[in-house]
């Protein structure tokens, strides 16, 4: 079974930038669409960002403009571009693809 590794999350200050990755183990992402997800403590899980297999993206209306998804199929590699980072931007943030979750990078936005 393809496994999602996501890196990348750690302490940023307010207005920071960080990039996620999402990895996979085989060529998932060429063949189905990949979603950024993010849970803050004592909330639900929330769709940040969509890449369709053909490319289309779609963000949610918390991160438009500020967020980027986009896709290496060479590295089987995700990435998810976060700038001006805010608060409430804190969350642990999860990829999905094919039907398999990774098991989440903490991303925490505190000065």
């Known amino acids: 079974q393809v496994q999602l590794v996501e890196s990348g999350g750690g302490l940023v200050q307010p207005g920071g930038s960080l990039r996620l990755s999402c990895a996979a183990s085989?060529?998932?992402?060429?063949?189905?669409?990949t979603g950024w997800y993010r849970q803050a403590t004592g909330k639900q899980r929330e769709l940040v960002a969509v890449?369709?297999?053909?490319?289309?993206?779609d963000y949610g209306d918390s991160v438009k403009g500020r967020f980027t998804i986009s896709r290496d199929n060479a590295k089987n590699t995700v990435y998810l571009q976060m700038n001006s980072l805010k608060p409430e931007d804190t969350a642990v943030y999860y990829c999905y693809s094919g039907g398999v979750w990774g098991q989440g990078t903490l991303v925490t936005v505190s000065s």
């Open positions: 085989g060529s998932i992402f060429s063949i189905y669409g």
């Open positions: 890449i369709t297999k053909g490319g289309f993206t």
